[in-house]
């Protein structure tokens, strides 16, 4: 669930991995680390990226999801997970 504290001026950033041809796999949110979004960059152009947006790193644990109730589980999964899960 969304914080009542939503603060735009706020940006933070979860690495999720660094693939073995140098790009960044990382998770890009403003206002709430909840609701990112996926992006891959090149080492220097995230380094660049992060410094313009003064953004705040999370660790995995501050960045892992709260587990509510078990319907809300199906939801809990980012584009990273889903590229490794086969649908029907």
Do not use: Y
């Not at 660094?18 to 992006?39: H, K, Q, Y």
């Not at 947006?53 to 997970?81: C, G, I, R, S, Y």
């Amino acid at each position: 669930m969304a914080s009542s504290n939503f603060d735009i001026t706020r940006k933070f950033v979860r690495v999720m991995r660094t693939l073995p041809n140098g790009l960044i796999e990382f998770e890009f949110a403003v206002g709430d680390p909840d609701v990112a979004v996926e992006l891959v960059m090149p080492k220097a152009a995230f380094e660049e990226f992060c410094a313009a947006n003064h953004v705040e790193m999370l660790t995995a644990a501050k960045a892992a999801p709260v587990e509510a109730d078990a319907a809300d589980a199906d939801f809990q999964w980012n584009l990273h997970q889903a590229t490794h899960q086969r649908f029907r």
